[in-house]
């Protein structure tokens, strides 16, 4: 069972930055499974969108319009998940969700969907103002 506990959200002007952090259980560098995980965010009036994703294997994917401005990673032990959010903007605003998912079988990359993620975090609120 992985748990996920996200924290580092707030308040910034735009032009600024931010890092989210998630705690991870459950699920470390030694296990068996490498799980893919990712940042959803959900903006207010608007679905759960995938923000960007790494999988068991370091590889990263970006939706394009956080490319060149956040970057996912996680620690060595994959004990916490990151996302350093730079040149923030309003549109960025929103709750933050981690979320995790054993891969499947023909799986080539993560999946962008969120119907896909089993375990989620609660979230942490980003609020960027102009």
């Known amino acids: 069972q992985v748990q996920l506990s996200e924290s580092g959200g707030g308040s910034v002007q735009a032009g600024g930055s931010l890092r989210l952090s998630c705690a991870v259980s459950?699920?470390?560098?030694?296990?068996?499974?490498?799980?893919?995980m990712a940042w959803f965010r959900r903006a207010p009036g608007k679905e759960r969108e995938e923000v960007a994703s790494?999988?068991?294997?370091?590889?990263?994917k970006y939706a394009d319009s956080v490319k060149g401005r956040f970057t996912i990673s996680q620690d060595n032990a994959k004990s916490t998940l990151y996302l350093q959010m730079n040149s923030l903007k309003p549109e960025d605003t929103g709750m933050y969700y981690c979320?995790?998912?054993?891969?499947?079988?023909?799986?080539?990359?993560?999946?962008?969907?969120?119907?896909?993620?089993?375990?989620w975090g609660q979230g942490t609120q980003v609020t960027v103002s102009s």
């Open positions: 459950g699920y470390t560098a030694r296990s068996s499974t490498k799980y893919c």
């Open positions: 979320a995790a998912v054993a891969p499947r079988s023909g799986w080539v990359e993560c999946p962008a969907s969120e119907v896909y993620f089993k375990y």
């Open positions: 790494i999988d068991g294997d370091g590889r990263t």
